[in-house]
């Protein structure tokens, strides 16, 4: 008797763990990426024990993807760059922003505002930081605005701390010392 309880037993539980090929082939798939996720995150990047670059969010994705692995803020980030005596001169913040690692490029997008240590501030909807060029740029719409002027134009370029910057296709209203344009007049 004991025999037949013991038969049908083990009848049940080889039955019970039989599992299709396509469920096999599932568990046994490599993912192609993996992503943590961090909320509220502040990341310190420093030089030779000095803080240079201060970068806050809501939410913060490492996503580590075979070709390109990045990270990203879905919900908007926070950019401050400090001087040797931990001063910000600028801050950038935008609504959504993706770093590459790779190509060292981060991609900030929607409601993107770029403050420099003049008081300029850059308004765009895409803004690219090309950190191997040291170099940042649009080739959408831009809109620049000073104490006393605002310019416009289609296309943009600066180095990364945004003091030296050309605007293509410029326009808008620009302040001119009639001095500077004819001297001697």
Same mark, same amino acid.
């Given at each position: 008797?004991?025999?037949?309880?013991?038969?049908?037993?083990? +009848?049940?539980?080889? @039955? +019970?763990?039989?599992?299709?090929?396509?469920? %096999?082939?599932?568990?046994?798939?490599?993912? !192609?990426?993996?992503?943590?996720?961090?909320? !509220?995150? #502040?990341? %310190?990047?420093?030089?030779? =024990?000095?803080?240079?670059?201060?970068?806050?969010?809501?939410? /913060?994705?490492?996503?580590? $993807?075979? &070709?390109e692995?990045?990270?990203? /803020?879905?919900?908007?980030?926070? $950019? &401050? /760059?400090?001087?040797?005596?931990?001063?910000?001169?600028?801050?950038?913040? =935008?609504?959504?922003?993706i770093?590459?690692?790779?190509?060292?490029?981060?991609? /900030?997008?929607?409601?993107?505002?770029f403050?420099?240590?003049?008081? &300029?501030?850059?308004?765009?909807?895409?803004?690219?930081? !090309?950190?191997?060029?040291?170099?940042?740029?649009?080739d959408?719409?831009? +809109? %620049?605005?000073?104490?006393?002027? #605002? @310019?416009?134009?289609?296309?943009?370029?600066?180095?990364?701390?945004?003091?030296?910057?050309?605007?293509?296709?410029?326009?808008?209203?620009?302040?001119?010392?009639? !001095? &500077?344009?004819?001297?001697?007049?």
């Open positions: 008797m004991n025999w037949i309880i013991l038969a049908v037993f083990f +009848s049940l539980v080889f @039955l +019970s763990c039989v599992n299709s090929q396509d469920e %096999i082939r599932r568990l046994n798939e490599i993912p !192609d990426h993996t992503t943590q996720t961090i909320q !509220d995150v #502040e990341i %310190i990047h420093s030089d030779s =024990a000095k803080v240079k670059v201060r970068i806050t969010g809501p939410i /913060f994705n490492n996503v580590q $993807v075979v &070709e692995p990045y990270i990203e /803020f879905p919900n908007g980030v926070l $950019v &401050e /760059f400090y001087d040797d005596n931990l001063n910000i001169y600028s801050k950038l913040k =935008a609504d959504y922003a770093k590459y690692d790779k190509k060292e490029e981060t991609i /900030f997008r929607n409601n993107v505002e403050k420099n240590i003049d008081n &300029e501030t850059l308004i765009t909807d895409e803004l690219i930081w !090309d950190q191997n060029k040291k170099r940042i740029y649009s959408g719409f831009v +809109s %620049i605005r000073t104490e006393e002027e #605002e @310019l416009t134009g289609e296309g943009f370029e600066a180095d990364e701390d945004f003091t030296n910057y050309r605007i293509r296709n410029l326009r808008g209203k620009i302040k001119v010392n009639k !001095d &500077e344009i004819n001297p001697g007049l």
